[in-house]
């Protein structure tokens, strides 16, 4: 294992640590995503028990809440590099 391995495990350690969990690990790279979904299931029972009351709520955690995926890159010098993902970008994940 190289020095670039541990790096890439020093910046993947540094996301989880601050919440992030990890959905691919390669040799180079890694994504992690950052943020949490709502919960719609329960805000849609908490509305229709409230008679729509809780929508207003369920309209504010869906927009303040989503998640982000982010990747995480080590290149030949062992630079760093932390790049916001856009969604439905999977074609920019290289996967060997």
């Not at 690990?25 to 009351?53: D, F, Q, T, W, Y």
């Not at 982010?70 to 760093?80: A, F, K, L, N, Y």
């Amino acid at each position: 294992m190289n020095d670039n391995h541990y790096k890439l495990d020093a910046a993947i350690a540094d996301e989880v640590g601050a919440g992030a969990r990890v959905e691919y690990r390669g040799e180079v790279n890694a994504v992690v995503i950052c943020g949490n979904k709502p919960n719609h299931i329960l805000h849609l029972i908490l509305s229709v028990v409230s008679c729509g009351l809780w929508l207003p709520m369920w309209a504010l955690v869906a927009w303040l809440n989503y998640e982000e995926r982010v990747m995480i890159t080590v290149d030949e010098s062992g630079q760093v590099s932390r790049k916001v993902v856009p969604q439905g970008a999977s074609s920019v994940i290289t996967r060997p």
